[in-house]
């Protein structure tokens, strides 16, 4: 059993910065950050293998960096230039394997004020 403890979400306003971190036990393969706004399905943000392999959602790509500390078992989102519309609430997410379903952190509410 895969468990997530995130952190790093708030109020910013639009134009600013935030960080979020997500720390896992256990070994993982893969780990990310999905994000849901109300209303809205649940949408992939950012995913990083254990090789350093990274992939990005096109309305974040060249704002948003995902990066992980393998030895800490850690993901990080750095999120810079934020917009209205990247108001949701963040879920961490880990998988052990290529394949298979993935673990989920509680989610962390980032809100970007206007």
């Known amino acids: 059993q895969v468990q997530l403890v995130e952190s790093g979400g708030g109020l910013v306003q639009a134009g600013g910065s935030l960080r979020l971190s997500c720390a896992a036990s256990?070994?993982?393969?893969?780990m990310g950050w999905y994000r849901q706004a109300p209303g809205k399905q649940r949408e992939s943000v950012a995913g990083?293998?254990?090789?350093?392999?990274?992939s990005y959602a096109d309305s974040v790509k060249g704002r948003f960096t995902i990066s992980r500390d393998n030895a800490k078992n850690t993901v990080y989102l750095q999120m810079n230039s934020l917009k209205p519309e990247d108001t949701s609430v963040y879920y961490c997410?880990?998988?052990?394997?290529?394949?298979?379903?993935?673990?989920w952190g509680q989610g962390t509410r980032v809100t970007v004020s206007s």
């Open positions: 997410y880990a998988k052990q394997l290529r394949v298979g379903s993935p673990y």
């Open positions: 256990g070994s993982i393969f893969s």
């Open positions: 990083i293998t254990s090789g350093g392999s990274a």
